[in-house]
């Protein structure tokens, strides 16, 4: 498959250019889209060998499920059973970054929800998924438009680095706002858990109801098998900045002293050859995945990185750090 690059409006999606891209959903196909978080990898939620082509296109393990997208709220009732929590969270938040994982109903195939009674669902906000939902009439399993692993893709060249003749279609519609991917919330009626940080911050959340969150005991993984993952990495080694000064001894940094790169808010603790920083941790979230894109193609030999604090954004930037410098799962 050859993959084309369209280029559309965001603010004003061109109604042919989205139409164009349903079809080809609607024909069991793969288009990547943006979203306000990251640039997602869709097919016919609903079509079972469709959703097998995301796997195979991005090499995902086939026991982690995926997010299964809408452009209208009633919509939700056709996929999943909703109670009164869920209802509240879509009422405050939707369309945003907030995934709701939920009772799937029948219509739902195994492989969407990677053989789970569960399916997450989430409206984006962005008027050109949204248009491609509405037009596809069909909702839209969409994972990050990544090869499985790797840092996910925040503008469509990315995309094309790791998906060109993988899928049919890219729409182009710049950088994406948010930069990092949904939270996750496992919604029941009295309690909801944190499966994953993400681009809503939990204080935020909160203000809605309490949020639980797992400690590593109770971890999060086995409620979200996604999680269980090596995952956000790029093929340089990313090393993180500790207080207690570990990452002076990490043998990536010493056999690449002469050539380290930097990702961060601070100034770098040693001389770099490439480094990128932030001026805010809202800015540190939308210029993550690029940044660790950015070093690979600069060939620097290890990538130092800072952790921000854990407040606000600050939570789902440290977690995809920690899981970029992490060697194993
Ligand atoms: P991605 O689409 O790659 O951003 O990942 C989607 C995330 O949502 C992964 O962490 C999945 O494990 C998680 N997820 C999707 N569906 C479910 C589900 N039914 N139950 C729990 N977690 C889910
Ligand atoms: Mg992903």
């Given at each position: ?154 503008d469509a060249e990315a995309?094309m680095e ?168």
């Amino acid at each position: 498959m050859r993959t084309r690059l369209i280029k559309v409006d965001k603010w004003n999606p061109e109604e042919k250019l989205l139409e164009e891209a349903a079809k080809i959903v609607k024909g069991g196909g793969l288009v990547a889209f943006p979203t306000e978080t990251v640039y997602g990898l869709g097919a016919n939620a609903l079509d079972e060998n469709a959703v097998l082509s995301i796997f195979r296109a991005k090499n995902r393990p086939v026991d982690n499920p995926l997010i299964v997208h809408v452009s209208r709220m009633e919509d939700v009732h056709q996929l999943a059973h909703l109670n009164e929590m869920a209802l509240k969270f879509m009422e405050r938040f939707w369309p945003g970054p907030v995934t709701l994982v939920l009772p799937a109903k029948g219509v739902v195939p195994k492989v969407t929800t990677g053989g789970l009674e569960t399916v997450a669902v989430r409206m984006p906000n962005h008027p050109v998924a949204l248009g491609l939902i509405d037009k596809a009439q069909v909702p839209i399993a969409a994972p990050s438009a990544n090869r499985s692993g790797r840092p996910s893709p925040t503008d469509a060249e990315a995309v094309m680095e790791d998906m060109k003749n993988r899928v049919d279609v890219i729409l182009d519609s710049g950088p994406t706002d948010v930069g990092v991917e949904s939270t996750v919330l496992y919604v029941r009626n009295k309690e909801v858990v944190l499966l994953r940080h993400g681009g809503c911050p939990l204080e935020v959340l909160e203000e809605v109801a309490p949020v639980l969150v797992p400690t590593k005991d109770n971890s999060s993984a086995k409620h979200s098998p996604g999680t269980r993952y090596r995952h956000y990495a790029p093929s340089v080694p990313v090393v993180i900045i500790d207080e207690v000064g570990r990452w002076k001894e990490h043998p990536a940094y010493l056999n690449n002293i002469s050539n380290v790169g930097f990702v961060g808010l601070s100034a770098p603790p040693v001389e770099t050859k490439e480094e990128i920083r932030f001026d805010s941790v809202v800015h540190y979230g939308r210029g993550l995945f690029a940044a660790l894109r950015a070093m690979e193609r600069w060939s620097v030999g290890v990538i130092l990185v800072e952790l921000p604090s854990e407040s606000g954004i600050g939570a789902a930037v440290r977690d995809r750090l920690i899981r970029a410098a992490s060697e194993w799962e």
